[in-house]
């Protein structure tokens, strides 16, 4: 949500530039906190919040998406690994995922898909080897409370990579964030 202050007008928009609330906001004490009166409520998107708001205040510009070309790298450490029946999965964690805002794994049907998915989150998050061969990928959105746990796995009979990193790609304003190197050289869960 942002909010965007025109004159004495507050105007509440939803991401994408849809009109939700508007009043006026008028001082309550000497420190100058605020709050909001004559608020109305659109209820349908045709339904103009604000009655004279095409006759008293301009539309505003088109609000840029919010980019975070200042966020750290990603703190990737391969925590353990579990032998299944055909494959090893190999558990990672990013440390520092809380430095990652929740707006970068919003849906984001305005950008392309995600197989079939058309909700796919706005930063994609890829899993490499040191090599730079992909291993596998994760697409489909949610918070980005799932770098906390999450792997990739190897069939048996393959080598696994000794190194392994993650670039999460965020789509919407063309930045990645680039892991360190993590080792997989780390023991079974159940060990």
């Not at 505003?60 to 980019?67: D, R, T, Y």
Request: proline share 10%.
């Amino acid at each position: 949500m942002i909010f965007r202050r025109t004159g004495r007008t507050v105007l509440v928009m939803l991401f994408g530039g849809t009109l939700l609330t508007c009043g006026q906001d008028r001082p309550t004490d000497p420190t100058g906190s605020t709050r909001m009166e004559n608020v109305k409520v659109a209820t349908t998107p045709s339904e103009k919040a604000c009655s004279t708001w095409d006759r008293d205040f301009p539309r505003p510009e088109p609000v840029e998406p919010a980019c975070f070309p200042r966020l750290p790298a990603p703190e990737l450490t391969v925590v353990s690994k579990d032998v299944e029946a055909t494959y090893t999965r190999y558990w990672m964690t990013v440390a520092n995922w809380q430095a990652f805002p929740v707006l970068l794994f919003a849906p984001a049907p305005h950008l392309p898909p995600c197989g079939v998915n058309p909700n796919a989150a706005r930063a994609w998050t890829h899993v490499y080897a040191a090599s730079g061969s992909y291993l596998y990928g994760y697409c489909g959105g949610g918070p980005g409370e799932y770098l906390r746990h999450f792997w990739f796995s190897v069939p048996h009979g393959y080598t696994p990579p000794e190194y392994v990193y993650i670039v999460i790609e965020d789509r919407q304003c063309g930045i990645e964030y680039v892991s360190n190197l993590a080792s997989t050289d780390v023991g079974s869960s159940g060990e």
